[in-house]
């Protein structure tokens, strides 16, 4: 489970900031229509800032933000809201290091729910790190208070799952805080 949602999702919720990124990747994975697509992406234009200072928010209600600490943005077939959250961690919290580069998908993933929870084994098939780039940017830190893994939408787990097998297996003992946007 995450540590942070900020919307649980209901059957037939109307269009949302918290529900865009999830239906933007299901349009774009069902081939809906230019026009869906783009009426989606706007609303995530219109509200992100809203969905983006509530996030800011709970981090800050969970965490001592004051600390170092480093953060990922969960890998993503689909990127559409991944830029946006980039830059507003970076912009409203200086010293924290991003870390999402040293992460990305292995496996063909384009489905936009898992309906089971992965094996360890799946798990490690689904997703890689890039144990050197993550090492540097870690022992560029002086000590990071906690991990902080973001993704847009929280289903089984499986996603936060996967990344922290992988940060575990170099950094066993650290801290990690978990946070989505919609919980399904």
């Known amino acids: 489970m995450a540590n942070i949602i900020l919307h649980k999702y209901k059957l037939n919720e109307k269009d949302s900031g918290f529900n865009a990124p999830h239906k933007y990747r299901i349009a774009v994975h069902s081939s809906q229509p230019d026009d869906y697509i783009n009426h989606i992406a706007n609303i995530w234009r219109n509200k992100k800032d809203d969905v983006l200072r509530l996030l800011l928010q709970k981090v800050k209600q969970t965490t001592n933000h004051q600390s170092k600490f480093a953060f990922a943005i969960a890998p993503s077939d689909t990127p ?56 540097q940017k870690i022992d560029s830190a002086t000590e990071i208070s906690f991990i902080l893994l973001l993704d847009d939408v929280h289903a089984l787990g499986n996603t936060f799952n996967g990344l922290e097998l992988l940060i575990r297996d170099i950094l066993p003992e650290v801290s990690l805080l978990t946070a989505a946007i919609l919980k399904t």
């Open 80 to 135: 559409f809201f991944c830029p946006d959250l980039r830059t507003f961690f970076l912009r409203e919290f200086p010293n924290a290091i991003d870390i999402t580069e040293c992460f990305s998908k292995t496996a063909n993933t384009s489905n936009t729910t898992t309906n089971t929870i992965l094996t360890e084994a799946e798990l490690r098939n689904r997703f890689s790190i890039d144990k050197v780039l993550f090492q």
